[in-house]
Structures are given as structure tokens and as C-alpha cells.
T-cell receptor, first 116, second 113 residues
Framework: DSGVTQTPKHLITATGQRVTLRCSPR?????VYWYQQSLDQGLQFLIQ???????AKGNILERFSAQQFPDLHSELNLSSLELGDSALYFC???????????????FGPGTRLTVL | SQKIEQNSEALNIQEGKTATLTCNYT??????LQWYRQDPGRGPVFLLL?????KEKRKERLKVTFDTTLKQSLFHITASQPADSATYLC????????????FGAGTILRVKS
């Protein structure tokens, strides 16, 4: 158990809909990262937050948005869903957010999103 | 931007043998490198971190080397077991500001009994 929690575990929805994925980082971790992993694909970095502020952005679609709240939990919002958005979405957390840190990332169990 | 290459072909080995996985990178000199394990449908799990001034790091049956001249890290699992079957990912820090790791695509290891 990494200490990172994600809800829900599974999500089935239809094209065009909007969903929210939730992540609670490990106690004491200030950074939260979101990744997308499609079937048999590698991890695709989406976005990082550090202590409530956006720190880094990857290949995140405009239909997707995220935020980190004062209690440090994070939500990833996916809207106008398409079939191709079906994937595993992982959240990870680490202690700090400063350059040069070697913070290990601890991953949650993931949310499996299926768009029909 | 930096490029990370891991063997795209799965590595199939016999139980008890040593598995060796490769991670090559280009375009910069990272201060450290990390290895993760990922089982199907689950999140990656951190295994080892090696810094640029360390040639080798060990943890139980795992050994990692880091050759900054060759720009390569080797990940060894000795006395491999079927339970070691998984995808192994290497990860490097980004070239630009920040501590967002950049993950390789991973190599699938299959250990047969």
C-alpha cells in the first residue's frame, strides 16, 4: 500500500460526458502528479501540482483540467469524453516540488475509465 | 528534450537466471535515475534510485548500475523467480526546471519456471 488513494476504482460512462477523478496523496506529500496509461501503452504525464499550484504540464488535452485543494487532495476533470479517453489514470505523490530533488513518486491504484 | 530507451521486446528468462534490463538515455546528464516495477493494472512501485556519482546500487536480489559515459543504466535481478514477472520502468529527472520524472516505456520481464 503506497498511501495514495484514488477514487473511484472503476468508472464507466458514455461519450460526451464529464467525470471527476479524485486523489489523496500520502500524508506529508505536497506534490501530486496525474498520468494516463492506455492499454499496452507507457505512462503519459498529464500534469503536476505542488502545494496547490500548477508546477508542470505534459500532454494534457484542453478537455482535461485538474486542481489541488488546500487539503492537498487533487481532482482530475475529464469532459466531452471520447472513446480514446478510455484508459487507466494514475495519481502519484512525492514529498517536494523543487528542482534538484530526487523525490520518489508513490503511485495510487489507479482509476480505470471506460468510455462507451 | 531527453530521450529514454528501454528494450521494447519482452525479456523471457528461466527461473534462477539473472535478468538484465537496459535503460539508455540521450541529450543530457541526469543527476540520478530511478527504477520502478509495474504489475498489470496496477500503479508503478519504486524500487531503486542511483545517483550520478554512484556506479552501483544493490537491494536484496536487485542491482543497478549507472554509466554516465555510456549514458546507460543496467538493472539486474539475480536468481529470478516467476513472481518477478512484471514491467520495469526507468525514470529520469527532466532537463527543464522541476522534479517531474520522465518515464521510459518499460520492458516486460517474464520469468518461466
Amino acid at each position: 500500500d503506497s498511501g495514495v488513494t484514488q477514487t473511484p476504482k472503476h468508472l464507466i460512462t458514455a461519450t460526451g460526458q464529464r467525470v471527476t477523478l479524485r486523489c489523496s496523496p500520502r500524508s506529508g506529500d505536497l506534490s501530486v502528479y496525474w498520468y494516463q496509461q492506455s492499454l499496452d501503452q507507457g505512462l503519459q504525464f498529464l500534469i503536476q501540482y505542488y502545494n496547490g499550484e500548477e508546477r508542470a504540464k505534459g500532454n494534457i488535452l484542453e478537455r482535461f483540467s485538474a486542481q489541488q485543494f488546500p487539503d492537498l487532495h487533487s481532482e482530475l476533470n475529464l469532459s466531452s469524453l471520447e472513446l480514446g479517453d478510455s484508459a487507466l489514470y494514475f495519481c502519484a505523490s512525492s514529498v517536494g516540488g523543487t528542482s534538484g530533488s530526487t523525490d520518489t513518486q508513490y503511485f495510487g491504484p489507479g482509476t480505470r475509465l471506460t468510455v462507451l | 528534450s531527453q530521450k529514454i530507451e528501454q528494450n521494447s521486446e519482452a525479456l523471457n528468462i528461466q527461473e534462477g537466471k539473472t535478468a538484465t534490463l537496459t535503460c539508455n538515455y540521450t541529450n543530457y546528464s541526469p543527476a540520478y535515475l530511478q527504477w520502478y516495477r509495474q504489475d498489470p493494472g496496477r500503479g508503478p512501485v519504486f524500487l531503486l534510485l542511483i545517483r550520478e556519482n554512484e556506479k552501483e546500487k544493490r537491494k536484496e536480489r536487485l542491482k543497478v548500475t549507472f554509466d554516465t559515459t555510456l549514458k546507460q543504466s543496467l538493472f539486474h535481478i539475480t536468481a529470478s523467480q516467476p513472481a518477478d514477472s512484471a514491467t520495469y520502468l526507468c525514470a529520469l529527472p527532466p532537463m527543464e526546471y522541476g522534479n517531474k520524472l520522465v518515464f521510459g516505456a518499460g520492458t516486460i520481464l517474464r520469468v518461466k519456471s
